[in-house]
């Protein structure tokens, strides 16, 4: 007999504790909530010993990943369980923005969160590589590209 386990895509949300932006759903029948945070290798190491849970993120779904998965080189994107105050970020793996960029456009509800998230996607990323962001509205004068 087959079982099956219930599963839901990734939507954005925020945590109701620290406000923090997250990503909730069900994967075969476990329910995650993890930080939109591509980690590297290393750290996933953290996370896991920091007492989180990791997924991966492949094909519309994510997997709990396990011990065999964590000593082979993730196919795919890995994020870690949420946990309040406890960020990630100087473990961002700059080669999965693309499919972060993905994730966090299909896990939105509505236009206007997609704005809002690629705006707070951008700070994260230019944070990541000590930057700055900087807002410049669309009537100022349009410059040449080169």
Request: glycine share 6%; proline share 4%.
């Amino acid at each position: 007999m087959m079982e099956s386990f219930i599963n839901r895509r990734p939507v954005r949300s925020e945590c109701l504790r620290c406000g923090e932006i997250v990503l909730s759903g069900i994967a075969m029948g476990l329910s995650y909530r993890v930080d939109p945070i591509p980690l590297t290798m290393e750290g996933e190491i953290v996370a896991r010993l920091g007492d989180r849970s990791t997924w991966s993120y492949l094909f519309g779904q994510m997997k709990h990943r396990i011990e065999h998965d964590v000593r082979k080189t993730p196919r795919s994107m890995v994020v870690a369980t949420h946990k309040c105050g406890s960020s990630l970020i100087e473990y961002f793996d700059m080669t999965r923005i693309h499919q972060l960029n993905i994730l966090m456009i299909q896990a939105s509800r509505s236009n206007e969160e997609v704005d809002d998230m690629v705006q707070r996607a951008t700070s994260i990323i230019w944070d990541a590589l000590h930057g700055k962001v900087i807002d410049i509205p669309d009537d100022t004068v349009n410059l040449p590209l080169f």
